[in-house]
């Protein structure tokens, strides 16, 4: 299956627009559809679209899967809320971290989080909702990595030959498949989405788990999270597509107050970048990241180690995990 893309400079976003409502609106006809929101562009993007579509036939859900930044799923249904947009919170946190008990290897991660995702979670809320549809914000992006073997994005799927009907029990509906980040970006603003929505920097679906190499337990994870809450405060006012902090897997070497401290190091990722098929690290001044790993080693228990990734994509990837 040929995907033709649409490139953001030849986007006409209105017309995209026009266009994706009339399919939305002729698929899913008079059933129920679902759809997901994480608060990213391309959630966010979607969500819109289905509301403007069919309006109360779309069933919106954040589900809190344990691995989110600090309070997003309250911000983000918050957010939504004074946009007019009903979105049901599902607590999910123990499914996603059953999952992921025991797991080291990133594809198995990635699949762990994928099939709670799609099977339990959604699988339920479908058998409950009745709905027919899934609308869900998969990019070109998105279903390059994943058919080249770059990485498995966990929401691809029949271009590895998976049909969602068998496998879940309902169709997928994904308005957003031509674009890249930059052109999702233009048609968010054109929906009226707000700046801190449509400029919004990417988040991985598998979340915090994409930023924890080894087991993503709920200790590693509330690590990572507070030390995501130093970067992205530090790293605000920088001009960059995306910067995160990873918890690495192996401890190193430190000392604390005269004594040795075999603890965890964090590693810091900031990149320049316009749709992230490339990228490169984004040259930050040494005050900066002095003062980010000061923080880091001072706030976040354990940490002895702060690094920052100078390699480029490829061979690097924006995540780690």
Same mark, same amino acid.
């Given at each position: 299956?040929?995907?033709?893309?649409?490139?953001?400079?030849?986007?006409?976003?209105?017309?995209?627009?026009?266009?994706?409502?009339?399919?939305?609106?002729?698929?899913?006809? =008079?059933?129920?559809?679902? &759809? $997901?929101?994480?608060?990213?562009? =391309?959630?966010?993007?979607?969500?819109?679209?289905?509301?403007?579509?069919?309006?109360?036939? %779309?069933?919106?859900?954040?589900?809190?899967?344990? %691995?989110?930044?600090?309070?997003?799923?309250?911000? +983000?249904?918050?957010?939504?809320?004074?946009? @007019?947009?009903?979105?049901? %919170?599902?607590?999910?946190?123990?499914?996603?971290?059953?999952?992921?008990?025991? +797991?080291?290897?990133?594809?198995?991660?990635?699949?762990?989080?994928?099939?709670?995702?799609?099977?339990?979670?959604?699988?339920?809320? #479908?058998?409950?909702?009745?709905?027919?549809?899934?609308?869900?914000?998969?990019?070109?992006?998105? #279903?390059?990595?994943?058919?080249?073997?770059?990485?498995?994005?966990?929401?691809?799927? !029949?271009?590895? @030959?998976?049909?969602?009907?068998?496998?879940?029990?309902?169709?997928?509906?994904?308005?957003?498949?031509?674009?890249?980040?930059?052109?999702?970006?233009?048609?968010? !603003?054109?929906?009226?989405?707000?700046?801190?929505?449509? &400029?919004?920097?990417?988040?991985?679906?598998?979340?915090? $788990?994409?930023?924890? +190499?080894?087991?993503?337990?709920?200790?590693?994870?509330?690590?990572?999270?507070?030390?995501? #809450?130093?970067?992205?405060?530090?790293?605000? *006012? #920088?001009? $960059?597509?995306?910067?995160?902090?990873?918890?690495?897997? *192996?401890?190193?070497?430190?000392?604390? !107050?005269?004594?040795?401290?075999?603890?965890?190091?964090?590693?810091?990722?900031?990149?320049?970048?316009?749709?992230?098929?490339? $990228?490169?690290?984004?040259?930050?001044?040494?005050?900066?990241?002095?003062?980010?790993?000061?923080?880091?080693?001072?706030?976040?228990?354990?940490?002895?180690?702060?690094?920052? &990734?100078?390699?480029?994509?490829?061979?690097?990837?924006?995540?780690?995990?």
């Amino acid at each position: 299956m040929t995907i033709e893309g649409i490139a953001a400079d030849k986007l006409d976003p209105e017309q995209f627009i026009a266009t994706q409502l009339e399919e939305i609106s002729a698929t899913v006809g =008079d059933e129920i559809a679902i &759809n $997901a929101l994480s608060g990213g562009v =391309d959630s966010s993007a979607v969500t819109m679209l289905g509301h403007q579509a069919i309006g109360s036939q %779309l069933k919106t859900y954040f589900i809190d899967n344990a %691995l989110m930044r600090q309070d997003e799923p309250e911000q +983000i249904v918050s957010l939504f809320a004074e946009l @007019g947009v009903n979105v049901e %919170l599902i607590d999910a946190r123990e499914e996603f971290l059953d999952a992921l008990a025991g +797991i080291t290897d990133p594809e198995e991660k990635r699949e762990a989080v994928t099939q709670t995702f799609y099977r339990d979670v959604f699988g339920r809320l #479908v058998r409950e909702s009745g709905a027919k549809y899934l609308l869900q914000g998969t990019i070109l992006t998105d #279903v390059d990595e994943t058919v080249a073997g770059i990485k498995r994005q966990h929401n691809v799927f !029949e271009q590895l @030959g998976i049909d969602p009907q068998q496998a879940f029990g309902y169709q997928i509906v994904e308005p957003l498949i031509q674009l890249r980040k930059d052109g999702v970006r233009k048609v968010a !603003e054109a929906l009226g989405l707000p700046e801190s929505v449509y &400029n919004r920097m990417p988040f991985p679906g598998p979340a915090l $788990a994409a930023r924890v +190499i080894g087991e993503a337990t709920r200790e590693r994870l509330a690590l990572v999270r507070q030390a995501t #809450v130093i970067t992205e405060q530090e790293l605000a *006012d #920088v001009d $960059a597509f995306q910067y995160m902090a990873i918890l690495h897997e *192996d401890r190193v070497t430190g000392m604390r !107050e005269g004594r040795r401290e075999f603890g965890q190091q964090i590693e810091i990722r900031c990149w320049d970048s316009v749709d992230a098929r490339t $990228a490169s690290p984004t040259h930050l001044s040494w005050d900066i990241l002095e003062k980010l790993s000061n923080r880091i080693v001072t706030e976040v228990p354990g940490v002895v180690s702060v690094t920052y &990734n100078i390699a480029t994509k490829p061979p690097s990837t924006m995540e780690v995990v």
